[in-house]
Nanobody
């Protein structure tokens, strides 16, 4: 059984910063790509950033230069450092990980989501 648990969301003023964390636990043999998605009310879930197991990151254009994704493989944790936040960044943020478990099967797991609200 594998779980992803997110933390770090909250309310922040425009221009502020937040750091999201997502820790994976359970019967994990290997974690491949990890990522952060977000979903605002009335919108589809969209990819924000992804990072490979070797640490190569990629971002959606709207967050480039403001958000930084990183991971600590020893802790099975992925982070999203968000700076210069804008009201349009308001959404529920979900982490996502491609995990190979103890049976060598690979499955994509999702966290429960954490709310980020940016006030103007």
């Amino acid at each position: 059984q594998v779980q992803l648990v997110e933390s770090g969301g909250g309310l922040v003023q425009a221009g502020g910063s937040l750091r999201l964390s997502c820790a994976a636990s359970g019967s994990i043999r290997r974690i491949n790509d990890m990522g952060w998605y977000r979903q605002a009310p009335g919108n589809q879930r969209e990819l924000v950033a992804r990072i490979t197991d070797s640490g190569n990151g990629g971002y959606v254009d709207s967050v480039k230069g403001r958000f930084t994704i990183s991971r600590d493989n020893a802790k099975n944790t992925v982070y999203l450092q968000m700076s210069s936040l804008k009201p349009e960044d308001t959404a529920v943020y979900y982490c996502n990980a491609q995990i190979t478990g103890s049976t060598y099967s690979t499955t994509i797991y999702w966290g429960q989501g954490t709310q980020v609200t940016v006030s103007s």
